[in-house]
């Protein structure tokens, strides 16, 4: 049980008004939502959705490192970039993926065949998008260096 849910059952076992549970909650609980996405209207702006999705969904992979002695800084990391393909059906699920160009690391392969994974279901097509499935291919970079980062390459998908 989360310490929301603890201080919840708390607060109405003590017989506070129902009111007093808002008043009485964490300032996050109290918070307007994030806004929405703006909508998908065009091929654009659904791949600007794919793409923020996905990045979203990124992680930069452990890798091995060698052992250090005391006082020796670890290198940098060792950056790469996968190319996937992808069908993705109307509403928005994949039904396959693989690596079509790979990083040269097992490690960064499988994080960006992840990532899809962990995105999906993918934002639905428009309507003026025709088709019942896309095969799609999606760039993803992951820069190593002192501190990781990840993200798809800012080109949109490319349609087959």
């Given at each position: ?134 095969s799609l291919r999606l760039p993803i970079v992951?820069?190593g260096g002192s501190q990781p980062q990840n ?10």
């Amino acid at each position: 049980m989360s310490a929301f849910r603890r201080y919840a059952l708390i607060l109405a076992l003590l017989g506070a008004p129902q009111g007093a549970l808002l008043a009485a909650s964490p300032a996050w609980a109290r918070s307007k939502p994030a806004p929405a996405p703006p909508p998908i209207t065009d091929a654009k702006s659904w791949h600007a959705a794919l793409l923020r999705q996905v990045a979203a969904s990124t992680r930069f992979p452990n890798l091995p490192q060698p052992p250090l002695k005391e006082g020796e800084v670890p290198p940098p990391l060792p950056s790469g970039q996968v190319t996937i393909q992808f069908v993705l059906d109307r509403n928005g699920q994949v039904h396959s993926a693989t690596v079509i160009q790979g990083s040269g690391r097992s490690e960064f392969d499988q994080a960006a065949l992840e990532a899809l994974k962990r995105a999906t279901p993918l934002p639905k097509p428009p309507a003026n998008v025709t088709g019942e499935s896309f095969s799609l291919r999606l760039p993803i970079v992951f820069r190593g260096g002192s501190q990781p980062q990840n993200t798809p390459k800012g080109t949109p998908p490319r349609a087959n």
